[in-house]
């Protein structure tokens, strides 16, 4: 078990692996997202409440559960790079970041959509789970600006590692936080939609989704993730043997010319 | 030249002290710095009755809030420079190699800092407290409140001013990593003025504001020093 | 009650208390093995070794840019290294962190003071943090090198050359077994630059180590220091 950790944490190891699982789970999540969204927007029957409109949940909630679990693997991530001093655990930390910021903004996105008809507004402040994406989401713009000025790549990824961590344990206070913020203030004026009886017919593609969210977000972050490892190591032969072939090894072109 | 012939390493205490009277010297030798964040303070706060409206029951209903965000603000101003100085002078170098839990010194730092500006906050919020009519029972529940936010918010940005440290842009990007951290606070601290304004009991809210400053005095001194270590790199 | 005044009480008595005992690590030894550093994308050095006994020297020499201050920082523990290893004492830097900075003067660039406090303040405090007050030790240093009558006095009204030489007392007050020195002759007159030598020489055939960056030779009585050269094409 310990070697296949090793072995996992060698760049080129990982690079290779990545590659060939990426396709496997980009597939995947193709296929549960057309069935889950095809059950969601077709077949599901419409809420007595909200009529047609609810059929957005079944983007946003997945969204926003993804906005969390990215961050929770970002945070996993810059955790095993800080304290084992795993290079390939910050590459993958760093892939993260804008997949969870996208995420973020897109559950954001989804739920102003959701919320109009219901508000009459396009954002509703006293709404304890879009206000705590919003905090979610400069959570993340700050970790990327952080990692943005400083120059060394180490440096950044041990200084964006202390940021992310310290941000995951504020994570759960901010959420509750907001939510008791919410409850105050909350009149009998406001719906709260983000609690819907739900059941079967609707609640199986909302996890179909969520699952296909999930396996897209693992393709999409090996990706990235190979991608991070490449720009990291892109002086070392392994690469230059995986992206020139061996002749280029052989006759030693310089790493400069890797950037075409 | 043996290790025992050496006197034996300073006392715990002892360190924390001298870091705390160091720089609070340093912070009297220069009184025109210590009195920019509470001008500052008094400038945000003044700020609002202008572009708002100075209607005095909007003003009641907002005050507690904007003295909250002004002192967060105005804190953050003297936050940015935490280590600044040190680093420059090279006096950040012998801080991690003293041979101390760099921990205690950051303490040192973040105490002396606190008495340096958030305790003055402190002390002059009952002042622009009246000025948005906040009754007068209510005053002692917004000083002691900024008392524990002012804490938490000192303690959460010296993590943040440890990590941008020597960056362009280091005080925009200390904002932007230390407020969204620190709004758990600020919505718990605001609250507690806002119900005690409306007569209500404050004990909930003053709780959860201490629960978040002990958490804090926990974590922060040691992610601070991981934080300055990597800094100093 | 009686929990306060105790804590009024240790605020109030000297040094002495809670000082925890001295951490004695073995035999004086630096070592380093491997050492591979990047700045960027440029190789700094790469499978560096080198090794500095009890009484010994070392002069690390170089071009500008050749890494040699980058070398003294990772020696110290401030920059972590790509690859390789710094033992102290025959242990790894990273677990007797501590004991190691105890153990370590760290002489940089900077004169590490602070402009606004005076000499005396200044010395006094980085004395206190590693042994407590001690007013009597930081006089004696100061008589040492010649800068008592500066002690009153602001340290950022000091010259170059003092400060230097307010730093050469930091040095002295850590009482610590290996030095590191980067340029420590810059801004030194002919008086200052014999002085430090005359400190080195001292401090080496005392049983210190000495491990230090400069841009020309450095000869030392009664030492004869190894030299390291660093930037050479390989």
Wanted: neutral net charge; glycine residues 10%.
């Amino acid at each position: 078990m310990w070697t296949w950790f090793h072995k996992l944490g060698s760049p080129p190891h990982f690079y290779r692996i990545a590659g060939k699982l990426a396709p496997w789970l980009g597939g995947l999540a193709a296929i549960a997202l057309v069935v889950g969204t095809f059950k969601g927007l077709v077949l599901a029957p419409a809420d007595y409440q909200q009529g047609d409109g609810f059929r957005i949940i079944y983007v946003h909630v997945p969204s926003a559960y993804l906005s969390l679990m990215a961050y929770v693997v970002m945070a996993t991530g810059a955790a095993i790079g800080l304290i084992w001093r795993m290079k390939l655990a910050h590459a993958v930390a760093a892939a993260c970041a804008p997949i969870g910021a996208s995420f973020t903004f897109l559950a954001l996105a989804t739920g102003s959509i959701w919320g109009r008809p219901m508000w009459g507004t396009w954002w509703e402040w006293g709404d304890a789970r879009l206000t705590s994406e919003l905090i979610l989401l400069f959570l993340y713009l700050g970790y990327m600006a952080l990692r943005a000025s400083i120059d060394d790549t180490n440096k950044a990824d041990r200084a964006s590692g202390v940021l992310a961590v310290v941000g995951v344990i504020n994570v759960p206070i901010i959420h509750y936080s907001v939510e008791w913020w919410s409850s105050l203030h909350q009149g009998a004026t406001l719906a709260k939609f983000d609690q819907p009886s739900i059941t079967g017919d609707m609640l199986t593609p909302l996890l179909i989704n969520i699952i296909g969210f999930t396996l897209f977000f693992g393709a999409v972050l090996l990706i990235r993730a190979r991608g991070e490892v490449l720009e990291r190591e892109r002086h070392s032969r392994w690469v230059k043997r995986e992206l020139l072939g061996d002749s280029a090894v052989r006759e030693n072109i310089p790493a400069g010319e890797l950037q075409q | 030249m043996t290790v025992q012939s050496r006197p034996a390493p300073a006392g715990l205490w002892d360190v924390w002290l001298g870091i705390v009277t160091r720089e609070l010297r340093l912070a009297f030798r220069r009184p025109g710095d210590m009195a920019t964040p509470l001008i500052f303070f008094a400038i945000v706060v003044s700020l609002f009755p202008l572009a708002v409206s100075p209607d005095k029951q909007l003003l009641m209903k907002f005050g507690p809030g904007v003295l909250w965000v002004a002192a967060l603000l105005a804190s953050l101003m003297s936050l940015g420079t935490l280590y600044r100085q040190d680093r420059e002078d090279g006096t950040l170098e012998q801080l991690l190699l003293s041979g101390q839990p760099v921990s205690v010194l950051v303490l040192g730092k973040i105490a002396a800092q606190w008495l340096v500006t958030g305790l003055p906050l402190v002390v002059i919020s009952p002042i622009a407290g009246v000025a948005f009519f906040i009754p007068e029972e209510s005053l002692p529940i917004l000083a002691g409140s900024l008392v524990l936010g002012t804490l938490s918010l000192s303690l959460i940005g010296s993590v943040g001013a440890a990590l941008t440290v020597g960056l362009r842009q280091a005080n925009s990007l200390l904002s932007l990593l230390v407020l969204p951290l620190v709004m758990p606070v600020l919505i718990f601290g605001a609250r507690a003025v806002s119900l005690s304004a409306d007569g209500e009991t404050t004990g909930g809210s003053l709780y959860l504001l201490a629960a978040l400053t002990i958490l804090t005095t926990t974590f922060s001194p040691f992610a601070a020093s991981a934080a300055l270590r990597i800094s100093a790199d | 009650m009686t929990d306060i005044a105790a804590v009024i009480g240790a605020l109030q008595v000297p040094s002495a208390a809670g000082a925890r005992p001295v951490a004695d690590l073995g035999a004086a030894h630096l070592k380093a093995h491997g050492l591979t550093l990047f700045r960027g994308d440029r190789c700094l050095f790469k499978r560096l070794d080198l090794e500095v006994g009890a009484g010994e020297a070392l002069h690390v020499v170089g071009p500008n840019g050749s890494g040699k201050t980058t070398l003294l920082r990772t020696l110290a523990g401030l920059t972590l290294a790509e690859d390789g290893q710094v033992y102290w004492c025959g242990h790894r830097i990273e677990s007797v962190r501590q004991e190691y900075a105890q153990d370590l003067a760290w002489c940089g660039h900077h004169p590490a003071l602070k402009d606004d406090l005076t000499l005396r303040e200044n010395l006094s405090l980085h004395r206190r943090l590693r042994f407590g007050r001690d007013e009597d030790a930081v006089a004696r240093v100061m008589d040492k090198l010649k800068i008592s009558r500066l002690s009153e006095i602001h340290a950022g009204r000091l010259s170059a050359g003092q400060r230097r030489r307010a730093s050469l007392a930091n040095l002295l007050l850590s009482e610590a077994r290996l030095w590191l020195m980067d340029e420590p002759l810059t801004n030194l007159d002919v008086a200052g630059k014999a002085l430090v030598k005359q400190l080195i020489s001292e401090h080496v055939t005392g049983g210190g180590l000495c491990v230090l960056v400069a841009h020309e030779a450095v000869e030392i009585e009664r030492v004869e220091p190894a030299q390291l050269e660093l930037g050479r094409k390989s």
